[in-house]
Each structure stands twice: as C-alpha cells, then as structure tokens.
C-alpha cells in the first residue's frame, strides 16, 4: 500500500514491506515535504521505504559493503546541485529504529520520523562523518532541528 502526496512540485510516496508502521504514511509524507521545503527545495521526488531488517542488510551489503541490518540508507539519483528535481530513494527499517528508540530512550514513532529526516537531508546532500563524530556534525544539528520543529512540533 502506497501513499502519494503533492505539494508544488514535492512529491513523495509512501510504502511498507515491513508489516505495519506505528505511523501514519500521511505524516512520514508530510514531515519529508517540510523538510523540502525549510530546504528551499521546489521540486522533488522522493520514495520512502519501510523494510524489514533482511531487506535492508541486503541494500546495505549490496551497495554499501557492510554487513548487517542499519536504521536508514538513502539512495541520491538526482539533482543536488543541478537545476533538475531532487529524486531520490530512502529506505527505513522500522526494527532498527525500535531497537534505536529503546537506546535512546525516545518514542518509535519520533524515532522513525527522525530517520525520514535523516534520509531526506542525504538525498539532498548532506553528509556527517561516522562514528561519534556524527552527532556533533552540523548535518546531525540540521537534522535535530527538523525533528523538534516538524515532528515535536516546537520551535
């Protein structure tokens, strides 16, 4: 099942190989597209995944070279610096984002939109360093403020 929204030229879908989400696709489409927007981004096409854990050890062994199951990967096809549209696939695994909620001490649902963030800001661009670097990494701090902003709904 698949959710499909436009909004100027900010288009997402939505789909679930994983079973069901403790969010509604609706929202996931919406808290990407505000991520496009707070962008500055005009036009785009986006596909969010949400897989099980085999499917994305797979992407991940497969285009990545790593092994073993990760919260997010983000595939960029298009744009970033080119006048085209922003295309790009990313792909979830609500299983890791749970595991990554209890850790963290955070709501699932929160968590998965964080990782919708997250992948956003890759299809357009944006990179951190790995390790505990990361969080500190103004990609990281971007990603925090979207969160609190479109997820949280605070300023």
Known sequence: M???ADSARLVVDVASGAGRLPVARDRVAEV???VLRAER???AMLSISFVTRRAIAALNREHLGHS??????TFALGRPAGDGPVVGDVYVCPDVARDNARQH???VREELLRLVVHG?????GHEHPDGVARTASPMWKRQERYVTRLVRGTR
């Open 105 to 107: 001490g955070v709501p």
């Open 2 to 4: 698949s959710a499909s």
């Open 41 to 43: 981004v005009g036009d």
């Open 32 to 34: 990407a597209r505000g």
């Open 68 to 73: 073993g199951a990760t919260d997010v990967i």
């Open 120 to 124: 956003v800001l890759h299809a357009l």
